[in-house]
């Protein structure tokens, strides 16, 4: 089975072929994340398909991030270029949890941990992101949380 890394440049080369330029120009860009991420620190390493999709994760939350910003700005042509490249990049990822899914899985986390107020938190929360890796943005459960833990 092909790595997501590979399956992200055969994709490139894909939609440079077929002259896609928001998918190339996408896909080029989470690649440069990649690459960036794989020569950070010490030393140079190859990254394992959880911390690619990490990178995905947090590229497809930068381009949420600028839609927000170039909408409240009054730039509509940005916004929806943004708002584009992170449909591209949500191809990649896993599909996102619905607010049921959210709920049951913070309840459950609640009752496990024992949790009984806001000072417990960071235990819920530790827990419950481990529970939804990557399928739940980190303030939608941390919203949730609160909201169950009164």
Same mark, same amino acid.
């Given at each position: 089975m092909p790595g997501l890394k590979d399956q992200l440049r055969n994709d490139l080369t894909t939609a440079m072929k077929a002259r896609d330029e928001l998918r190339t120009a996408t896909l080029r860009m989470v690649l440069a994340?990649?690459?960036?991420?794989?020569?950070?620190?010490?030393?140079a390493r190859e990254l394992s398909d959880d911390e690619v999709q990490a990178v995905l994760r947090r590229e497809a939350k930068k381009r949420r991030e600028a839609a927000d910003a170039?909408?409240?700005? *009054?730039? $509509?042509?940005?916004?929806?270029?943004?708002? &584009?490249? !992170?449909?591209?990049? +949500?191809?990649?990822?896993?599909? %996102?949890?619905?607010?049921?899914?959210l709920a049951a899985i913070v309840a459950d986390v609640v009752t496990r941990t024992g949790a009984?107020?806001?000072?417990?938190?960071?235990?819920?929360? *530790?827990? $419950?992101?481990?529970?939804?890796?990557?399928? &739940?943005? !980190?303030?939608?459960? +941390?919203?949730?949380?609160?909201? %169950?833990l009164g």
């Open positions: 994340a990649v690459s960036a991420e794989e020569v950070s620190g010490k030393e170039f909408g409240a700005a *009054g730039r $509509a042509q940005q916004a929806q270029r943004e708002q &584009a490249e !992170g449909e591209v990049l +949500a191809d990649y990822l896993p599909v %996102q949890l619905g607010d049921a899914d009984s107020g806001r000072k417990d938190m960071g235990k819920v929360m *530790g827990a $419950a992101n481990g529970v939804v890796a990557g399928r &739940a943005d !980190g303030a939608r459960v +941390a919203a949730e949380v609160r909201r %169950q």
